[in-house]
């Protein structure tokens, strides 16, 4: 069977730059290394990190009084985040948000000085941009069209995105709330690498006859490349090799393989090498 796997399959820039960081914690500081938060949605991932020592923990209240070092995740935090660490005396940070991600909260600052409502897309519960919206006052979350649509009128709207978010569904809301504001502002905040990976994913699925997207259950980045390449042709969602169905693969020749940007490069290979057996 031929594999056609992607270019942009796995750690995407900021990923590799969050990894690298807690990896150099983690022996700074074996054993008192945090990360606030799920450092990446990929369970292999996770794994490798508790192998290491490192401990996600879920509140600040959990280091209350420690020592050691907390990484701030590619996803960024909202300021009240880094308010509260730097009274915590004991505690070394280092700030592995993304530099996209930095981007979009000083752009969402910005908007708001100047007096547009901030309308971010993306996930109501996604770690990015409950912390963009943190860089505002009276921002708001929509994930839909159907979302875009009940929006109230304003005198001026600035959007903003995350940075993993589908392009196609972006440029949906756009049109909608141009409708609803005297002065509009899109600032496409989907990062280049996310752009990409969806490009690429329309590309091979024209080439193959099935695909195959790698990453955690919880990625929404994943997520959209199983919906984009989903719409022209079969596409399978797995987190490992163990996940592989021997019936999706009856009389194909052709296989493509996907991955989110939380994606580990060696649970790729192992998928790689499972598909090249058949």
Not at 27 to 38: A, I, M, R
Not at 82 to 107: E, G, H, R, W, Y
């Amino acid at each position: 069977m031929e594999v056609v796997q992607g270019k942009y399959a796995g750690f995407c820039s900021g990923i590799k730059r969050a990894w690298r960081q807690v990896k150099i914690a983690a022996q700074e500081c074996p054993g008192s290394t945090f990360v606030l938060g799920e450092l990446l949605h990929n369970n292999q991932a996770l794994e490798e990190l508790k192998n290491w020592g490192v401990k996600t923990i879920n509140n600040l209240e959990q280091i209350r009084n420690k020592r050691g070092i907390v990484l701030i995740r590619a996803h960024g935090e909202p300021p009240q985040t880094f308010q509260k660490l730097a009274k915590m005396k004991k505690i070394k940070v280092i700030d592995a948000t993304c530099p996209n991600v930095s981007l979009v909260q000083k752009l969402a600052r910005q908007l708001e000085d100047r007096g547009y409502q901030v309308v971010v897309c993306g996930g109501k519960n996604h770690p990015e941009v409950l912390a963009t919206i943190g860089y505002t006052r009276r921002g708001i979350i929509i994930s839909s069209p159907e979302e875009a649509e009940k929006l109230a009128k304003f005198e001026k709207i600035g959007v903003l995105s995350q940075t993993t978010f589908s392009s196609s569904v972006f440029k949906n809301i756009c049109q909608i709330l141009k409708k609803k504001t005297k002065q509009f502002r899109s600032l496409g905040t989907i990062c280049n690498f996310t752009k990409l990976a969806q490009k690429e994913a329309r590309e091979i699925a024209k080439e193959v006859d099935l695909v195959i997207v790698i990453g955690g259950k919880q990625s929404e980045n994943t997520k959209r490349l199983v919906e984009v390449a989903g719409e022209i042709v079969p596409a399978h969602h797995i987190e490992t090799q163990a996940d592989i169905r021997e019936r999706w693969l009856k009389n194909v020749k052709m296989v493509g393989l996907l991955a989110g940007a939380s994606t580990p490069s060696w649970v790729i290979d192992e998928v790689r090498k499972k598909l090249e057996e058949y």
